[in-house]
């Protein structure tokens, strides 16, 4: 059993991978303090303890308040061990990764931050911030311990058992480099308790330490829910890849917090604002009509000029009678005179009849040219009735130039047709305006365009049988294929009707063929000749199915896809990377990937495999294995050649074998190192038949065996001795659970979580041990025992916080409480 002189230890508070701590009295001032002892199993690095001991006397020069204390550090025989000020609250976050309110989670960062500004203006780097390291003090104010130790650890090596020192889902992607660190590291650790008590988890999590700070180097920063979207900024800044980036000191972090802290927590009303359109007046300025605008008639004179013109003046009645009837007689005497006139002239006065003829002609062939009327079959079209009246008088103007009219208004018909791409039309239009003499220049365009569209005809009808070919042969992509011949002939004569008919067979020849593509699984080519016929036809009536086949194909493969993926997953986590042959990891991934090659799920889970296996060749480079480290480096390679940490892993295999080769170690073979590996040894069993797996420390089975490996790496009896020690926890738990000691289970899981924190069946056991303490908890609240029944659904929440229990159990708990 350990002891320290002046100190007795009353409970161990808790364990980590170099040190202990424990709950003791200081017997000299009878005060409770926590003693951290350093692990001997480091003692192998002679320059560890130095380097502990002088970096604990300077962190215990620091005095802040949110700071622990550090009464005392001193070597007691081989331990080394710091007493520090006993904090009852505990570490800021519990196992049960229960996010905290946002006004506690800011004031604790504020307060961490506050500490290491004071640390870092005494160039004092922490380097280990993490929520096991912030502790609460009984009034709730947080305090930063560890200083010694962090600052200790920190050089970014390995001990010679192979264990990182430092806690990786903390660490700043500076750290996780091996760079040299400052103040500003702290605080993007501590940007990751920050994220860790608003969500209850780090924002980085992968299944071993090196994937972790690949993440913390590469990946970007997880979006905060949306109830915790304004503090996005503060994380953003603490989390900057780059130190550059971030604050620069934790004076800087603090001011920010109490912004945030004093910010107003109402916010503004958003209004929408409607653009304002300006109407134009509907009369231009100065241009405004005035009443006397209204009506503008046309006249054509004024009644003043009328008015002003001098009246006749007549004689009176008197004097007018005998006038009257000298106008009388001479009347009748005209009359006389024009009726024998007439009867002498008659032959020349019959001549004058055709032209009232032409009249009426040229009246009949303007109103049928006004109605467009241009020719008849009866006679009554413009153009018969011109040559009608050109016929009576040749010479006539009105008529040629009626018949001129005509024919322009023919060549306007001929246009027109030629337009609206009716050859026939065209040419008889042009061929009437031919007949009345219209000018060549009017005609000659006409008949160009109508001989080039003639010829484009007959290119349009081989162009056609051409398509028709192809369709029949099933030719339809490329620039001789049905689709292209008959858009060809669309592109020269948009309504050929023909050509119209047959790109619709041709594109449903395509859908047919998109359909086959889809029933064989070839989703791309499906759906590039579906969009192809979309594009083209967007009306095409089998677009529909040909798309809703194509998506519930998609869906079918993409749901045996996720299937395929959740297997490779579920082998991932449970270790079976490489076998069996028929059922591992490797080759589910690889399966899905023949079948979405681009799949990045895929392609990350081949990544996780051969990070699992760089991760196991770590683990057996640690214990000097370094065949097998080559082996399992070169599967890793095979499965992901781009494997992040595969190129480093392999130096450091090459750089740990140049050392093996170049270092003295011990000789197992001498006296007194074969003595003390048989008396470690001797110690190992019988500890390990005493149950004492991990406790005490240094005079346990788990350090006896390591201690072993430390002098001689291929001990087969230490070898031995480690795997076995698995199997008597497991059989230790089986008991314990099985007699419902489940505080015994309990610590016989944490035992193996420490001493073989991969094995499969740790999940398994967790689970069982969870759902024993729901049975507790539901007899304790069955007897009415509160407070029991509350502390076992604490300890079935830290298990299993996704049992299907919980919730039932948890309402049954409030109910009772009178919740």
């Known amino acids: 059993m350990i002891e320290i002189p002046g100190y007795r230890l009353l409970q161990t508070l808790g364990r980590g991978g170099m040190a202990t701590v424990y709950l003791a009295l200081q017997e000299s001032v009878q ?24 970096e604990a006397r300077i ?114 992607p500076e750290q996780a480099r091996g760079l040299p660190l400052d103040g500003r590291a702290d605080l993007y650790s501590l940007g990751i308790v920050l994220h860790e008590l608003l969500v209850g988890k780090v924002p980085y999590q992968a299944d071993d330490s090196l994937a972790v700070g690949i993440m913390h180097i590469t990946a970007p920063l997880p979006r905060l829910p949306e109830h915790l979207a304004e503090l996005q900024p503060l994380l953003d800044r603490m989390l900057a890849k780059e130190p550059a980036q971030r604050f620069q000191s934790g004076e800087e972090v603090c001011s920010a917090i109490e912004a945030i802290e004093h910010r107003p927590q109402a916010h503004p009303t958003r209004t929408q604002v409607l653009p304002r359109v300006d109407t134009p007046p509907l009369l231009p300025a100065g241009m405004r009509r005035s009443d006397g605008d209204a009506d503008h008639e046309p006249q054509l004179g004024r009644i003043d000029d009328v008015l002003r013109t001098p009246a006749p003046r007549w004689r009176t009645h008197a004097k007018q009678a005998p006038r009257r009837r000298t106008w009388l007689w001479g009347t009748l005497a005209l009359l006389a005179v024009l009726g024998a006139t007439t009867f002498v002239f008659q032959d020349r006065l019959r001549d004058l009849l055709p032209q009232t003829r032409m009249n009426a002609l040229l009246e009949r062939a303007d109103a049928a040219l006004a109605q467009n009327i241009l020719t008849r079959a009866d006679g009554q079209g413009a153009s018969e009735l011109y040559r009608a009246a050109a016929a009576l008088d040749p010479d006539s103007q009105p008529a040629r130039d009626g018949l001129r009219r005509v024919g322009e208004r023919f060549v306007l018909q001929a246009r027109a047709a030629l337009d609206a791409g009716d050859v026939a039309a065209a040419r008889a239009a042009l061929q009437q305006a031919r007949a009345l003499a219209t000018p060549s220049g009017l005609l000659d365009p006409i008949e160009a365009q109508l001989r080039s569209r003639e010829t484009a005809d007959v290119e349009i009808g081989g162009l056609l049988d051409a398509a028709r070919a192809a369709l029949q042969t099933g030719t339809l992509d490329g620039e001789d294929g049905a689709i292209a011949l008959f858009r060809r002939v669309l592109q020269a004569d948009a309504g050929n009707a023909l050509a119209n008919v047959g790109l619709r067979d041709a594109l449903s020849a395509a859908l047919a063929r998109a359909n086959a593509a889809i029933d064989s699984g070839q989703f791309d080519s499906a759906a590039q000749q579906i969009d192809a016929v979309a594009a083209l036809d967007p009306a095409h009536l089998g677009l529909p199915d040909a798309l809703a086949r194509l998506a519930q194909a998609r869906e079918r493969r993409a749901a045996a896809i996720d299937d395929r993926l959740a297997e490779a997953e579920r082998l991932l986590r449970e270790g079976q990377l490489l076998s069996p042959p028929q059922a591992n990891a490797v080759r589910a991934f690889r399966d899905v990937l023949a079948s979405d090659p681009g799949n990045r799920r895929a392609q990350d889970g081949l990544r996780d495999v051969a990070t699992a296996l760089i991760a196991q060749a770590q683990r057996r480079m640690a214990d000097f294995e370094f065949e097998p480290a080559t082996a399992l480096l070169d599967q890793a390679g095979e499965v992901s050649s781009d494997a992040p940490g595969l190129a480093a892993a392999r130096a450091r295999l090459r750089d740990l074998e140049r050392k093996r080769d170049a270092a003295a170690l011990p000789d197992p073979a001498a006296p007194a190192t074969a003595a003390q590996i048989a008396t470690l040894l001797g110690q ?76 499969t069946e740790l999940p398994s056991m967790r689970r069982r041990l969870a759902r024993s303490f729901l049975g507790q908890a539901a007899e304790r609240l069955g007897a009415g025992e509160i407070a029991r029944a509350s502390t076992a659904i604490d300890q079935a929440r830290e298990l299993d916080p996704t049992s299907p229990e919980l919730p039932a159990l948890q309402a049954r708990l409030e109910q009772a409480n009178g919740g």
């Open 31 to 54: 005060r409770e303090v926590a003693l951290k002892v350093m692990s001997t199993t480091l003692l192998g690095d002679a320059q560890f303890g130095e380097r502990f001991l002088r």
């Open 684 to 759: 190992a069993e019988a500890a390990a038949a005493a149950g004492r797996v991990l406790m005490p420390p240094g005079e346990n089975a788990y350090d006896s065996y390591r201690a072993v490996l430390t002098l001689q790496p291929d001990n087969a009896a230490a070898r031995a001795g480690l795997a076995q020690l698995p199997v008597l926890v497991r059989k230790r738990f089986e008991e314990a659970l099985g007699a419902n000691r489940l505080d015994s289970a309990r610590n016989a899981l944490d035992t193996m979580a420490t001493i073989a924190p991969a094995d």
């Open 59 to 172: 962190a215990a020069k620091l005095r802040h308040p949110n700071v622990v204390q550090v009464h005392d550090v001193g070597i007691a025989g081989e331990h080394h061990y710091i007493a520090m000020e006993y904090l009852p609250g505990g570490p800021v976050l519990g196992r049960s990764g229960i996010p905290r309110e946002p006004a506690f989670a800011l004031r604790v960062t504020r307060e961490i931050a506050s500490a290491l500004n004071y640390a870092g203006a005494r160039g004092i780097v922490h380097r280990d911030i993490k929520p096991d390291n912030i502790l609460l003090r009984e009034d709730g104010v947080a305090a930063l311990t560890d200083f010694g130790i962090a600052r200790a650890s920190d050089n970014s090596r390995m001990t010679r058992t192979g264990a990182i020192i430092g806690t990786p889902h903390y660490m700043s």
